[in-house]
């Protein structure tokens, strides 16, 4: 059975939340859960969590979301943060995410027959290697 979550005032505003809106500039609690990016992500099928739900975790200060596969399947397409009516970039939070998580000595999520390399890093050699 699933434990209780402890929703208090001292959680929710968890130093983990702060250190990801430090790194990412965007508000986590901000979000109020609509789902309309994890709606839009093209890539949501591919993630053990959807974006929504990533920012759920680091509302509760739930660190984690750092071994979450979904911030390195993460493409930052920008999709979620054009159709959030709270103006969350998710995109900055996912990238906040993996330095953290990189920081941690925690590995990006192995690759699979379905996703061989992580997403991000297709997408961060189309923009070094792209004039
Ligand atoms: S930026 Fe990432 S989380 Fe947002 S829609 Fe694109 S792939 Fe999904
Ligand atoms: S679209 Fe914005 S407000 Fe809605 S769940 Fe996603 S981040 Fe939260």
Redesign the pocket.
């Known amino acids: 059975m699933a434990s209780e979550l402890d929703l208090s005032r001292d959680r929710l505003d968890a130093p983990f939340a702060r250190r990801v809106e430090e790194l990412s500039g965007e508000n986590p609690y901000?979000?109020?859960?609509?789902?309309?990016?994890?709606a839009g992500c093209p890539f949501a099928d591919y993630m053990d969590a959807l974006?929504?739900q990533v920012?759920r975790l680091v509302q509760l200060g739930d660190e984690s979301a750092l071994d979450l596969s979904a911030p390195w399947v993460c493409a930052s397409c920008l999709a979620?943060g054009v159709?959030?009516?709270?103006g969350?970039d998710?995109a900055k939070t996912m990238e906040a995410l993996r330095l953290l998580a990189l920081r941690k000595g925690i590995s990006p999520a192995p690759a699979t027959p379905d996703r061989p390399c992580p997403q991000i890093a297709l997408v961060g050699a189309y923009r070094k290697l792209t004039p």
């Open positions: 901000a979000c109020y859960q609509c789902g309309k990016c994890s974006p929504n920012l979620c159709r959030c009516p709270k969350v998710i």
